[in-house]
């Protein structure tokens, strides 16, 4: 268990700046060396938010990401990109995401680019808090791929990407990285309508090289694609199926959610550490000090 009480985090994302969201508009106008300048700054302008707060545990914001699972594609072999997303207009919805078709088998000859963030991280990151990474599980992965005549449905994409997925975590952790959260929001979105126990399978065999080797944890939540949420917000029908996730912590979505479901934590906590949300990511209300006391207070 964590001897730190109240030990402190983001889960990962963190929003770009706007200079960044301007320069992504543009990269033709960078160079290999700008391009490489302006992702330092960006981590760097996200590890001052963090360390001004003073985070026991920092992420790089997954600055030099697109999304937090949708920039993984462009490592992937045997797919061909969706060049533009089918809808434009209308309220944000994951049809405008798009999907990729599979050409060919599927492998990560560069691996998946955590490694290469993790080093940038551990580069800029002043010495004292914990750095941490993240990366997107192989069911959450499987979401944006179209199933082929080799892989004819979301698990067998998921059992295809389960082994380059397992790599990258080795090498995250060869790397130097004690603290790694392996997201899988699919899971949490659809198990109330999929096979948990399969899901928990899955998972479990995804980390089961590094179970030991490193702080290891998993973020459950409903989806946050242009802050809204995706699937069944209860976490009700998870458990007590993903209590059996090999994991050291679990990330509960609570305070978007008014703590609804509160009484979860206590189960949890009874098999691992939690990570409580205490802050509102989806609302543009920006806590004061006193509504993250009475809400630490409260769980």
């Given at each position: 268990?964590?001897?730190?009480?109240?030990?402190t985090?983001v889960?990962?994302?963190?929003?770009?700046?706007?200079?960044?969201?301007?320069?992504c508009?543009?990269?033709?106008?960078f160079?290999a060396?700008?391009?490489?300048?302006?992702q330092?700054d960006?981590?760097?302008a996200?590890l001052?938010?963090?360390?001004?707060a003073?985070?026991?545990?920092?992420?790089?914001?997954?600055?030099?990401?697109l999304?937090?699972n949708?920039s993984?594609?462009g490592?992937?072999a045997?797919?061909?990109?969706?060049?533009?997303?089918?809808?434009?207009?209308?309220?944000?919805?994951?049809?405008?995401?798009g999907?990729?078709?599979?050409?060919?088998?599927?492998?990560?000859?560069?691996?998946?680019?955590?490694?290469?963030?993790?080093?940038?991280?551990?580069?800029l990151?002043?010495?004292?808090?914990?750095?941490?990474?993240s990366?997107?599980?192989?069911?959450?992965l499987?979401?944006?791929?179209?199933p082929?005549?080799?892989?004819?449905?979301?698990?067998?994409i998921?059992?295809?990407?389960?082994?380059?997925?397992?790599?990258?975590?080795?090498?995250?952790?060869?790397?130097?990285?004690?603290?790694?959260?392996?997201?899988?929001?699919?899971?949490?979105?659809?198990?109330?309508?999929?096979d948990?126990?399969?899901?928990?399978?899955?998972?479990?065999?995804?980390?089961e090289?590094i179970?030991?080797?490193?702080?290891?944890?998993?973020?459950?939540?409903f989806?946050?694609?242009?802050?809204?949420?995706?699937?069944?917000?209860?976490?009700?029908?998870?458990?007590?199926?993903?209590?059996?996730l090999?994991?050291?912590?679990?990330?509960?979505?609570?305070?978007?959610?008014?703590?609804?479901?509160?009484?979860i934590i206590?189960?949890?906590?009874?098999?691992?550490?939690?990570?409580?949300?205490?802050?509102?990511?989806?609302?543009?209300?920006?806590?004061?000090?006193?509504?993250?006391?009475?809400?630490?207070?409260?769980?």
């Amino acid at each position: 268990m964590q001897p730190i009480p109240l030990r402190t985090t983001v889960i990962g994302s963190y929003p770009f700046p706007g200079w960044l969201e301007y320069a992504c508009g543009h990269l033709d106008q960078f160079g290999a060396d700008d391009l490489a300048e302006m992702q330092d700054d960006a981590v760097v302008a996200a590890l001052h938010d963090q360390l001004a707060a003073g985070l026991d545990v920092v992420t790089d914001g997954e600055q030099t990401r697109l999304d937090f699972n949708l920039s993984f594609y462009g490592y992937l072999a045997g797919i061909e990109l969706e060049g533009a997303s089918p809808r434009r207009f209308g309220p944000p919805a994951h049809d405008q995401r798009g999907k990729h078709r599979i050409s060919s088998h599927l492998a990560a000859p560069r691996g998946l680019g955590a490694v290469d963030e993790f080093r940038r991280l551990q580069r800029l990151a002043p010495p004292g808090p914990v750095l941490k990474s993240s990366v997107p599980g192989p069911y959450t992965l499987s979401g944006r791929l179209v199933p082929s005549t080799a892989y004819p449905d979301r698990y067998a994409i998921t059992e295809a990407l389960l082994p380059l997925v397992r790599h990258e975590l080795v090498a995250l952790v060869e790397a130097g990285c004690q603290e790694v959260t392996v997201d899988e929001p699919s899971m949490s979105c659809y198990a109330h309508r999929e096979d948990r126990r399969r899901l928990v399978d899955i998972f479990n065999r995804t980390v089961e090289p590094i179970v030991g080797k490193c702080r290891l944890s998993t973020h459950l939540c409903f989806g946050n694609y242009k802050g809204r949420a995706v699937g069944l917000r209860r976490y009700q029908p998870m458990f007590p199926d993903f209590l059996d996730l090999h994991v050291d912590e679990m990330h509960l979505e609570m305070a978007s959610r008014e703590f609804a479901e509160i009484e979860i934590i206590g189960q949890v906590a009874e098999r691992t550490d939690v990570s409580v949300g205490i802050v509102d990511v989806k609302s543009y209300y920006i806590e004061t000090m006193d509504d993250v006391a009475q809400r630490c207070a409260r769980v």
